[in-house]
């Protein structure tokens, strides 16, 4: 079969995270024929990025039908913005990653668009939404919900039966307890510990968790 072709939205640091597991995937089989870099020209000048090129803005996925694309923006919100404004220009092809050494059991769904970098667990029966970043070494225990567009940075540990509503970014070196729920586009601190549920638009940090600042609802669309 074929290497498929890519894109790669977002030329900094992640995006060349992004790069790198795409290499380590096609040297065990050439699945991916990774183009280049999709960039906001404002934010990139350089024309190339690790030796391939700068291909334009999301216009030149238009023409380019054929070239799947993933979102490399560590932002929930942003990473947001940037996927309606792909699908708006007719766009579904979203490719989803999963690095060789992530480990993944049985009865996980993963949804386009979505990334697991290497040394990733992720356990069974566990719903993973679209556009969904599971950083190194993050694991994922049973029964888990990962919304869209969550962000989980590294060395987070998810437990079983949580479920992790849409854009939340839960920082790096986080802890969620069983049973708890994190509500939407909520912001948890790096090294916090919950123990506790979330309500939607907050941000919680500490250990045990307590929530330090609250956010309008629809913050994230500003």
């Known amino acids: 079969m074929a290497a498929r072709p890519l894109a790669i939205y977002?030329?900094?640091?992640?995006?060349?995270?992004?790069?790198?597991?795409?290499?380590?995937?096609?040297?065990?089989?050439?699945?991916w024929d990774c183009r280049g870099f999709i960039v906001d020209r404002a934010l990139v000048k350089t024309p190339t990025i690790q030796g391939l090129p700068v291909l334009g803005d999301v216009s030149w996925l238009t023409d380019h039908p054929d070239v799947q694309v993933v979102i490399a923006i560590g932002s929930s919100a942003d990473r947001r913005k940037v996927a309606r404004r792909i699908a708006g220009g007719g766009r579904t092809q979203f490719a989803t990653l999963v690095h060789p050494m992530a480990w993944v059991g049985d009865h996980v769904a993963l949804g386009p668009g979505t990334v697991l970098c290497a040394g990733t667990l992720v356990t069974t029966d566990i719903r993973i939404g679209d556009h969904v970043h599971v950083n190194l070494g993050a694991t994922v225990g049973h029964d888990a919900v990962l919304e869209d567009f969550v962000t989980v940075n590294p060395g987070v540990h998810i437990s079983g039966n949580v479920t992790v509503?849409?854009?939340?970014?839960?920082?790096?070196?986080?802890?969620?307890?069983?049973?708890?729920?994190i509500g939407a586009?909520?912001?948890v601190g790096a090294g916090s510990v919950v123990t506790k549920p979330l309500p939607a638009d907050t941000t919680a940090v500490g250990a045990p968790a307590r929530v330090i600042k609250e956010r309008p609802a629809g913050w994230h669309d500003g």
């Open 185 to 187: 586009w909520s912001i």
């Open 165 to 181: 509503s849409e854009g939340v970014e839960l920082g790096t070196g986080s802890v969620i307890v069983p049973k708890c729920a």
């Open 10 to 31: 977002g030329g900094g640091g992640f995006g060349r995270e992004v790069l790198q597991l795409v290499r380590d995937i096609n040297r065990r089989e050439a699945t």
